[in-house]
């Protein structure tokens, strides 16, 4: 159909159009004969300029005595957006400073913005516009939700993480969480003039990276562990061949040699899931330096701690976890998930010659993400794993060390890829 026929026939369509509360209806009025339009004459967007179709829709807004000539503009551009993007969220997705979109309710579409939660003024029309919404979003990913299946993960072109649950898990309807990523991943330079860690806390972690010390970073829900992960990563050579293993893929990994391995669910028929397990287990036949998994839940605990032990050194993975001392009792844990019949004391020995840095992630009552503790696995002691931190964050004094140095294991194996640490970097 032409851009002249669709536009009589958006002329033409009088069809209901619902408005939520505190909706402007003229521009939901437009908005749904414009969509309904597309819909019955199956307009192939695709095929079709943004350009000529923004010339369309402008014009038949113009012709509409319901629209102001203040609000044409603004009225052509989110009707455009519920066309070629994705609705009245598209904006929020476009902005740089929003780290985090939240639908609870046509009306309540809420962002994390620097760091707090922030109800916005962005709506859709109804439930039904939100599902068409989502379902435009998982069309590319080939995947699908429905009350048979409720819950879904996707991945959005631009690398956001996409969950939404539906009823009837959802009472309330459809509820979309989006967690965005930045277009280029920090630097430990950038998170350091951010104040999420101190000079001296990077270069140490730069150097346990370049050393190869297996670490692992933990921390709680939102408090850039991903993040971290993403900047220390940088400091890997590009020689070294690294197979990254995740549940949807979010690491943006710059090095030449990398292999991105991304977790597959279960189909309709529950038939097909590739969990990260076997993606771990699959990742020690692809000859890899290194292992990257981008968050460990459940029995792979197992086979990562033994791929750091046998051979691939300097792997990294994160755990949600509030303390040093809490992801370790998470990764015992985690080992047991596995089914292997280890005695605890076996499974400690596994994770302290495994794990030599543990990099504590949080996010402060201002929204503001930082390093509370960089955490070095010095051993066992009488069947416990011994930690000492060698750097903390404080209120007073930000991240600080402590004035404990790493112990000789883990400095002489740094020392063997070239890596030592000055004194003066340890000093309270």
Same mark, same amino acid.
């Not at 760091?115 to 069309?139: C, N, P, S, W, Y």
């Not at 061949?241 to 991105?260: C, G, M, Y």
């Not at 990764?331 to 020995?349: D, H, N």
């Given at each position: ?169 959802? *009472? !309330? @309807? ?7 990523? =930045? ?5 430990? %330079?950038? &998170? $350091? ?102 968050? *460990? !839940? @459940? ?7 033994? =791929? ?5 050194? %300097?792997? &990294? $993975? ?111």
């Amino acid at each position: 159909m032409s851009l002249v026929g669709l536009k009589a026939r958006i002329q033409q369509y009088t069809g209901p159009t619902a408005v939520p509360s505190g909706g402007d209806p003229a521009l939901w009025a437009v908005a749904a004969r414009v969509e309904q339009a597309v819909w019955a004459e199956d307009l192939d967007l695709d095929a079709t300029s943004p350009e000529a179709l923004t010339e369309t829709v402008a014009g038949v807004v113009a012709d509409d005595p319901a629209i102001s000539p203040l609000d044409r503009d603004r009225v052509t551009q989110l009707v455009v957006q519920d066309l070629l993007g994705f609705g009245p969220i598209q904006p929020l997705l476009d902005d740089s400073t929003v780290s985090e979109i939240m639908v609870n309710a046509p009306d309540q579409v809420w962002v994390e913005q620097r760091g707090q939660l922030v109800l916005t003024g962005v709506a859709f029309r109804d439930t039904a516009h939100i599902q068409r919404v989502l379902e435009k979003m998982l069309a590319p990913t080939g995947r699908h939700v429905d009350e048979a299946s409720p819950l879904v993960d996707a991945r959005l072109p631009d690398g956001s993480r996409l969950n939404a649950v539906v009823r009837p898990i959802a *009472v !309330r @309807g459809t509820t979309l969480t989006i967690r965005k990523f =930045a277009a280029r991943p920090f630097t430990l %330079g950038q &998170l $350091t003039e951010q104040g999420a860690l101190s000079a001296a806390a990077a270069e140490f972690l730069a150097g346990a990276v370049s050393g190869r010390l297996s670490s692992v970073i933990s921390g709680g829900t939102g408090s850039g562990k991903t993040t971290l992960l993403n900047a220390v990563s940088a400091v890997i050579p590009d020689t070294e061949r690294i197979v990254s293993i995740e549940d949807a893929a979010e690491l943006q990994l710059q090095q030449r040699h990398w292999v991105p391995l991304e977790a597959r669910p279960a189909n309709i028929e529950g038939q097909g899931a590739i969990p990260i397990r076997t993606l771990v287990r699959n990742a020690l036949r692809m000859r890899p330096d290194r292992i990257l998994v981008g968050e *460990v !839940r @459940g029995g792979e605990a197992l086979d990562m701690l033994q =791929a750091m032990n046998t051979g691939h050194e %300097g792997s &990294l $993975t994160t755990v949600h976890a509030n303390t040093p001392r809490d992801c370790l009792a998470r990764l015992e844990t985690m080992v047991l998930m596995a089914g292997a019949e280890l005695p605890l004391a076996a499974i400690r020995q596994q994770i302290a010659s495994a794990v030599q840095v543990i990099v504590q992630v949080a996010r402060g009552p201002d929204g503001r993400r930082r390093i509370d503790a960089i955490t070095e696995v010095a051993g066992m002691e009488s069947g416990q794993i011994t930690l000492q931190n060698l750097f903390v964050w404080d209120p007073a004094n930000g991240v600080h060390p402590t004035g404990i140095r790493p112990t000789a294991p883990h400095t002489d194996h740094a020392a063997r890829y070239g890596v030592s640490w000055p004194a003066h970097l340890f000093a309270p």
